[in-house]
């Protein structure tokens, strides 16, 4: 998240949009209470009313799948009543900055849209050299101050955005126009330059095939409120694990290495990942940041000469996700499986064909507390053992406090954990394991060759029988590789040569610079000031708490909320309640607020230097299975741009007419592989079940507590039903329309065992992450038997 | 001594289930078999193994729909009617205000429970029901519940301090727009050592309106008090087996002796 959870007590709003903080992050709920107790208010928007709408102020009902659309209404609804920060747009956005004539929009495409087959039939990819800035012979992007211009990113965006007026994104949403015009006029009023609005969301924003457009979208309504960088706003993303945060910083995303640089392409040599580098802003360090990983990879073997060691970096060739990586499986590709700490054939999408798939195997290691579905998926109630030739290892993993170790939680805080006891049994921490692994593997290139041995057998790796985090940290934090020393800082690594420094993830650098008394081991809380709590543990990047910081000022370096200040410029300088997120050695007018851009802006529209393959406005799409259309994208139904697996797998809304939307419950975690084997939590919530409204109880004859099967063009599931009026049909497009909702933390294995909702949900996922659309697609329901 | 009391501001609830978890694990209560009936509320009734649990109550109004979650386990009545009724006197009432059945003496007739106006107590081999974490207390802890409670929903401390915290909220409440607000516990029977802010009227929160001690349970207590002595001999005569088996099972973590030593945290 831009902010973090201690901040959240300053929020005037906050909105729960595609998340249920309740349910997924109860503690974080401690803050959210402060906000209210000072007189904030909670604005909950989600299909069903959730534990979380319970303490709300403000519950509003959505459709699944139309995030985008309601986000939409909230930023025309700021434009046209006049509630957006002008100010804030003018100095912290691109909205002055003036586009190509040629980029445009019409009936669901941007220009630039020509088919690619390899997304699947009928699906696009955009040519962007339409999506460019207009700009002057030296390459400074041209501007109009004065947001007029009719090719300026401002005019643009409002008219993009005119067209999700309150009736439409109504008929769209499901959302009655009067609690729509409620939640507007509520968070829109954060748009005051005192106010602080906060977004906080998780899942259901996330999980479609046009998820991250739905945090695009986040991001741009925020911005125009005047909301990002300053206390108590901010883009908020609760995450979902204790670690995924760290999981993601540490490159554990298939398309991206340590510290978010890109994973390096399919023939692309040291020169050209360098001269992909973006041309201004803090990135132009990146190849500095990149050296620096290898030097910790590959310790004295990688110099100058053989460019760091480079080209012994794996190259992304194709779509490697897990999704795709399924597939891949399926048509036999894959050989092998390490799967550690995951439970695909329960979390995954159509896990009926991810079980299939594995059974492609020849080998499936399986790390985890206890035997799960994945490791158990030749005995599932779907499969015969004897058609399946897969040689499954399963390793006995050690729980998490029975090792020590970093986590970084959702607000990039890297806080050291200690070990409050012994692994049980034989089982081992990951590290140990991995450790084992690896010296398995080098071992096997040493003796017997192979081909290309060198990455394995040059690597820095040396940890003894039983290694120990802190030496992994110090590499991660980085040193110099003269004497050792552990470095301060990133700007350590950007103002010295390459191959003089040395971090594992440059954004980590500072976590554990002192291993006496390492950033990360600190516990000191403050007395006073805006809860940055700068001596307790470290953020990253910097020990910065809240991002963007330079946003919280105006032009002249003057707080928006003087009262709640995060930086400010007085008496020729610049004071602080954070750590400055810029130059701050700089005067006011002459800072970059967004320095990872090469704008030094933040993105209304995101077309030049921005990554997003489907689109530089967030356009809203139905989901790849819907019962309805949108009226706003012609003949274009779903995101154009998303991968489709399996073109067979989707349904028809005429065999499926409800709309099925999948989540969590506190009493459970992920797919339950712990709190289904432990007896307190099974007793709190012994079943699976699905939620429907009275009127669809009424309609299939069916009441609370009766069986139900819930059917997909994937599968087929039997579970309870929970008839509530917390769950009500939504008007779409002038049509009734019941949902279907579901917990997906059910499998085979374990002390409670039930049916899985992900039999049910489709292998398409987002066209930017691949995050599969698990919060919106179509079924059936019948009583059952 | 002072009284201590448990605060629960439901308003704060988010029925996380923490509270009833951390009861099972600091007594060390096996879990009940369960199933899914049709609600969130699990286990669905207290049991000589389930001490507390989170009540779900949902319905509509003009409003919209309403979920309203309470924390429910004994009261601590200032006036227990299982005290009162119990004819071997093995339910004490602490000098803090805990209410406290010694295992030991306790022969499992079940006359709590049909006395108490909220159906606290459960009998297996004897009467169980939440201890008010005395020896937490008394080691200037919190109770388990309140120390699970991460949104300060339940809170202990002194009772009159708690009831001023209580009317400040019910205050604030009503500015909200919860007309409705209101304690429970301040009066009722004489005074409860748990202490509700509520939302709204206690029926909604699966709360007795105006609880009374039964009739029966009163002339027990006032008028019949040589009559439950005789009555007490004859209970005892007939449960003398299980009296000798009940001194052999774990024996009740505090003794009368201990209650001087109590402190209020």
């Known amino acids: 998240m831009t902010n973090h959870w201690i901040d959240y007590q300053h929020s005037d709003v906050t909105i729960n949009i595609g998340g249920n903080t309740v349910e997924n992050h109860p503690i974080s709920m401690k803050w959210i209470q402060r906000s209210l107790d000072n007189g904030g208010k909670l604005i909950v928007v989600d299909p069903r009313f959730t534990r979380t709408a319970a303490v709300a102020d403000v519950y509003a009902p959505i459709r699944p799948g139309t995030n985008t659309a309601f986000l939409n209404g909230l930023i025309n609804y700021a434009i046209q009543n006049n509630l957006y920060n002008e100010e804030y747009v003018k100095v912290h956005t691109n909205a002055s900055c003036l586009v190509n004539p040629e980029f445009g929009y019409s009936d669901g495409l ?64 499901g959302c009655p126009e009067d609690k729509f015009e409620e939640v507007a006029e509520l968070f829109c009023s954060t748009g005051a330059p005192e106010k602080a609005g906060n977004i906080s969301y998780a899942m259901g924003m996330t999980q479609f095939t046009h998820g991250s457009q739905n945090v695009r979208g986040c991001a741009i309504l925020q911005l125009i409120l005047g909301n990002v960088g300053v206390s108590g706003g901010g883009v908020n993303a609760q995450r979902g694990q204790v670690n995924v945060q760290g999981a993601c910083d540490m490159g554990q995303l298939f398309h991206i290495v340590t510290g978010y640089m890109p994973m390096p392409s399919d023939g692309q040599d040291w020169d050209a990942y360098k001269a992909a580098t973006p041309p201004s802003g803090y990135w132009t360090n990146r190849p500095k940041f990149f050296a620096a990983m290898l030097k910790a990879f590959y310790g004295e073997n990688a110099t100058a000469d053989n460019d760091y060691c480079f080209d012994y970096m794996p190259r992304l060739d194709k779509d490697r996700s897990s999704v795709a990586y399924y597939t891949y499986m399926a048509q036999g590709e894959i050989k092998g499986l390490l799967c550690f700490a995951d439970n695909p054939v329960v979390s995954g999408a159509s896990t009926a064909r991810k079980r299939r798939a594995q059974a492609n195997l020849d080998w499936l290691v399986v790390a985890d507390i206890y035997e799960n579905e994945t490791a158990s998926f030749w005995k599932a109630p779907d499969m015969n053992p004897e058609d399946v030739d897969t040689e499954v290892f399963l390793l006995p993993a050690a729980a998490h406090f029975e090792k020590e170790g970093t986590a970084t939680n959702s607000g990039r805080w890297i806080q050291w954990r200690y070990k409050a006891q012994e692994p049980t049994g034989d089982s081992k921490s990951d590290m140990w394991i991995v450790n084992k692994l690896f010296e398995a593997v080098r071992d096997l290139y040493d003796a017997e060759g192979g081909t290309f041995p060198e990455p394995i057998l040059q690597m820095n790796w040396d940890y003894g029988d039983d290694p120990d985090p802190r030496e992994i940290c110090k590499e991660i934090n980085g040193y110099y590789v003269a004497d050792g020393e552990l470095l301060p800082g990133f700007g350590e690594i950007a103002a010295n040569d390459f191959g003089e420094t040395a971090s594992g993830s440059w954004i980590y650098t500072g976590f554990y610079q002192d291993e006496d008394n390492p950033n990360c081991k600190r516990r000191t809380k403050e007395t006073e000031g805006i809860g940055s709590n700068l001596e307790y543990s470290f953020s990253w990047p910097a020990n910065r708490r809240i991002v963007y910081n330079r946003a919280s ?233 | 001594m002072a009284k201590v009391a448990r605060l629960i501001d439901v308003t704060k609830c988010m029925a996380c289930k923490g509270c009833q978890v951390a009861c099972k694990q600091w007594n060390q209560l096996p879990a009940t078999e369960t199933e899914f009936t049709g609600s969130y509320e699990n286990p669905a009734d207290l049991a000589p193994e389930t001490w507390s649990r989170v009540k779900f109550n949902e319905h509509e109004d003009g409003d919209g729909v309403k979920w309203y979650f309470n924390f429910f386990s004994c009261m601590h009545c200032a006036n227990p009617a299982c005290k009162d009724i119990c004819p071997v006197d093995a339910i004490v009432k602490k000098e803090n205000g805990a209410v406290r059945i010694d295992k030991e003496m306790c022969i499992a007739c079940g006359a709590c429970r049909g006395a108490c106006p909220f159906e606290i107590p459960r009998i297996d081999d004897a009467a169980y029901k939440c201890t008010f974490c005395t020896e937490r207390l008394a080691n200037n802890m919190e109770t388990a519940c309140a120390t699970a409670c991460c949104t300060g929903a339940i809170t202990v401390g002194d009772r009159d301090e708690k009831l001023e915290e209580a009317k400040a909220r019910v205050e604030a409440l009503q500015d909200r727009g919860f007309n409705n607000a209101q304690i429970y516990g301040e009066e009722e029977l004489g005074g409860l050592n748990v202490i509700y802010v509520l939302a709204d009227s206690p029926e909604l929160y699966g709360l007795p309106e105006d609880p009374q001690v039964s009739f029966s349970a009163y002339l027990w207590k006032v008028a019949m008090g040589p009559v439950k002595t005789v009555a007490a001999i004859g209970l005892a005569a007939g449960a003398l087996s299980s009296w000798f088996t009940m001194r052999k099972t774990e024996v009740e973590k505090e003794k009368e002796a201990e209650t001087e030593e109590l402190e209020v945290k």
């Open chain 1, 110 to 173: 941007f220009t630039g849209a020509v088919e690619d087959g390899q997304r699947g039939p009928g699906q696009m990819s955009y040519e962007r050299d339409t999506w460019t800035y207009q700009k002057d012979e030296d390459g400074n992007i041209l501007k109009d101050e004065t947001l007029q211009d009719e090719n300026c990113v401002w005019q643009l965006f409002k008219d993009f955005y005119s067209r999700y007026d309150v009736k439409t994104v109504s008929e769209l949403t």
């Open chain 1, 553 to 785: 000022c105006d032009a002249q370096g003057n707080p928006w909320n003087p009262d709640r200040p995060v930086v400010w410029w007085e008496d020729g300088e610049w004071k602080t309640n954070d750590v400055p997120d810029f130059a701050a050695g700089l005067p006011p007018e002459e800072t970059a607020t967004f320095i990872m851009n090469p704008e030094g802006l933040s993105r209304l529209w995101a077309g030049e230097f921005g990554s997003m393959v489907d689109g530089p406005f967030t356009e809203h799409y139905e989901p790849w299975e819907s019962i309805t259309k949108s009226p706003l994208t012609g003949d274009v139904e779903f995101n154009p741009v998303a991968t489709i697996w399996y073109p067979e797998d989707r349904g028809d809304s005429a065999d499926y007419p409800y709309i099925c939307t999948t989540y969590r419950l506190v009493e459970h975690y992920q797919t339950a592989t712990e709190t289904r084997n432990s007896p307190w939590l099974v007793e709190a919530m012994p079943e699976m079940f699905c939620e429907i409204s009275p009127s669809l109880a009424a309609e299939i004859g069916v009441e609370n507590g009766d069986m139900v099967e819930v059917e997909s063009k994937r599968g087929k599931i039997e579970v309870k039903a929970c008839v509530t009026p917390r769950v009500k049909p939504l008007v779409i497009n002038g049509e009734e329309k019941e949902i279907v909702g579901m917990p997906f933390h059910w499998g085979f294995m374990g002390l409670s065992t039930g049916a899985s909702a992900n039999d049910l949900s489709p292998t398409i996922g987002c066209a930017n992450t691949t995050i599969p659309e698990f919060k919106s697609f179509i079924c059936n329901i019948r009583r059952a038997g």
